[in-house]
């Protein structure tokens, strides 16, 4: 499976995000020829254990993730971040959860937009918005390099390709810019070799930050 | 959703069992060794107690994990009058460290088995599986390799088939007419409903076991008809 980085969007100290720089971010896409084709989404439910008494939830997992990405239609990935875990399982364990009842998804993020196509690379720029909400809470970009699956042998193309990015993007003066994590797959129990699961692991690696962004957005006013 | 029915059977007569699968569904068998380990939810963990079940399927090159959910019965006088027990059932296949993650969420471990036997998969008016196999425990934590019998001398058969609340009544038919060819062996009930061994077994064994048309070929087929005709289940 060819590799591929997920970006986050960071805005600057005392900024926010907003659609205006999705816009930009889309058009510079355009702008170094990347041919648009088609839409991509992914979902992020955050899990939060019931409990009878309110102080026990606290010994349960509070960093439950399930992921369900546009690669992968039947399958769904539940990522524990604490324990350095994640399965990778069909998308009927979400119906298994329900019915368990142990655990309920209380919050969803859905993350979607356009895909473009740039030689050997695919860029991915997507909308984060809450789940039932059009309002914008923050940016992702995956960008993937489709001829490599190895981790370490693809990461200096990549990085060279971010840089690109990042350098044709600061042209239009924007008031952030894309960060790149890079978890630590081992601990997860991931090979060189890329998958789905290493996709998860880096969406659940990102989710603080997103989170901290989108709580930052003002809330529109009528 | 589910249809099934279980029964039990002595070890001595599975062969004979084994004969009469094979000249009804007209397939393989395939030879089931599924570690099944139950968890339940920890004393704080949901407003009500929660059990899932984690299969690990060690029959194949690389064993391979599945999350079971058992629901609940289907219920009322319609479901009562049923001889098939049609209940909520939802599967996931899932990576190997699915144990692991539900040991973190607060699941314990209930209680794990180690099932070994066959199984026949086949279509008669539904997708209809049957297992036999014996259920062993095992003496310490996942030893798999030193499981024994919970029941030495009796297995377990089980007759399972998709369904859902559109045709479970056309299953519960399929299933109910299969389990009457096996009548001569084993009785086959809702699971919960004990019925023994049945007193035809050894004579219906016999008759499998030995050459029904004297030609010295063990024809499966010959001894087959030869069990239903004598069982009053065929007329000439």
Known sequence: MPIKWILHWQPNAGTTVNSQILAEVSQCAEGINGIKEGRWKATISFYRAMTREQANANEFPRDFLGISLAEQPGKYYLVLKGQRLVVEAESSIQMIMEKLQSYKTRVALNFEGNQYQLGDFQLRVGKVAPMQSESLRGIVMEMEYLPISSWEKSHQIMGEFFDLWQEALSKRSLPGHFVHIEPNFSEFGLSDQYTSQHTAVQYASIMAQTIATAQSVQPVRN | MECVVQGIIETQHVEALEILLQGLCGVHRERLRIHELCLKSGPNLGLVASEVRLLCDLEQPEPTWTVRHIG????????????????????????????????????????????????????????????????????????????????????????????????????????????????????????????????????????LMSDGDGDGDGDGKEVVWHILLSCGLLQY
């Not at chain 2, 049609?86 to 973190?104: D, G, P, Q, W």
């Not at chain 2, 180690?114 to 539904?126: D, E, I, K, P, S």
């Not at chain 2, 409903?193 to 008759?207: K, N, Y």
């Open chain 2, 72 to 207: 609940g019965a289907m219920r009322g006088a319609g479901a009562e009058q049923l001889s098939v027990l049609v209940r909520t059932l939802a599967e996931s296949k899932v990576s190997k460290n699915a144990l692991r993650l539900f040991y973190s969420l607060g699941y314990k471990l209930d209680h794990e088995l180690l099932r070994v036997g066959f199984a026949f998969h086949f279509q008669r008016g539904a997708q209809i599986t049957v297992t036999v196999s014996s259920v062993n425990k095992m003496l310490k934590l996942h030893t798999t390799d030193e499981a024994v019998p919970v029941t030495p001398g009796i297995q377990l058969v089980e007759v399972t088939a998709p369904a859902s609340s559109e045709n479970y009544t056309e299953v519960v038919a399929a299933v109910s007419s299969f389990c009457e060819y096996l009548a001569p062996l084993l009785h086959l009930s809702k699971p919960g409903v004990s019925t023994g061994v049945v007193p035809t077994a050894a004579a219906a064994a016999a008759s």
